[in-house]
């Protein structure tokens, strides 16, 4: 990024900032900074980025609508967060509650902690084996310090719990919006293939309309009904994800 760049990106900001002045909205600078998103062609003139003459701060990431985004675009920091706080209200539901019924503690562990790690799965939902493993690492421990169940294997834990695996859960959270083009080549597929996003970076591919164009294009014409959603998610509950999966 030359002087010239940093320039007009700041002339940008003073005109952002005149504008929110004349709306009675003044910007609040305190909580704006500068994210580098490419580490490997990081300038120092970050610290030059000013709004008002109040200089930037650089951060290698941030918190936008509840999801942490960092320098690489990958969710391995948010990840290491979510399941951070998740491991510390899984620990207070086993100090708060005095009481170890099965169906009673199952209940404050979807109430309190499973929502934290289904939040915005769209945005973060992992593609790495360590992310994955440590999102379920959330919901194994869990399961392991119920009464009765800790010499038992995760499978068999989650079989008499009736538990899916929450990478199994974060997989069929598909969601379509305008990003997704369905392809016009004859496919053996379904008729509802979509077209297959080429990412020419790796940040790109952890993108969720990359991740799971494969998945979609996969899933089996004759068990899958598309006739309506609710036909759909059903028949999503009998689709053997197996080769997507990585934790058992």
């Known amino acids: 990024m030359t002087d010239v760049d940093v320039e007009h990106f700041n002339h940008a900001l003073s005109c952002i900032s005149e504008w929110a002045n004349m709306g009675q909205l003044q910007i609040s600078i305190a909580k704006c900074c500068v994210l ?3 580490p490997r062609y990081a300038s120092s003139t970050t610290t030059h980025f000013a709004i008002n003459g109040t200089p930037l701060t650089a951060h290698d990431s941030v918190r936008d609508l509840g999801a942490i985004v960092n320098e690489s675009l990958t969710p391995c920091t948010h990840i290491a967060k979510i399941t951070a706080t998740a491991h510390q209200r899984v620990n207070l539901i086993f100090r708060a509650f005095v009481s170890r019924d ?8 979807t109430t309190y902690v499973t929502p934290l790690l289904e939040f915005n799965t769209v945005v973060w939902s992992p593609s790495l084996k360590c992310d994955i493993r440590s999102v379920e690492k959330v919901q194994r421990k869990f ?11 995760y499978v ?63 899933l089996p014409a004759d068990t899958t009904d598309f006739s309506t959603l609710s036909h759909f998610r059903t028949s999503l509950h009998h689709t053997d994800f197996g080769s997507f999966l990585t934790v058992d």
Request: positive net charge; aromatic residues 10%; proline residues 5%.
């Open 36 to 38: 580098q998103l490419n």
């Open 102 to 109: 099965i169906v009673m503690i199952l209940r404050a562990h």
């Open 156 to 218: 068999e834990r989650r079989a008499k719990l009736n538990l899916k695996t929450l990478e199994l859960i974060l997989l069929i959270q598909l969601r379509f919006s305008d990003f997704f083009v369905f392809s016009t080549l004859p496919t053996r597929g379904h008729p509802y293939s979509l077209q297959v996003n080429h990412a020419p970076v790796n940040a790109r591919q952890n993108f969720f309309a990359c991740r799971v164009v494969k998945l979609w294009n996969s």
């Open 143 to 153: 399961t392991k310090r119920l009464p009765g169940y800790g010499d038992l294997s």
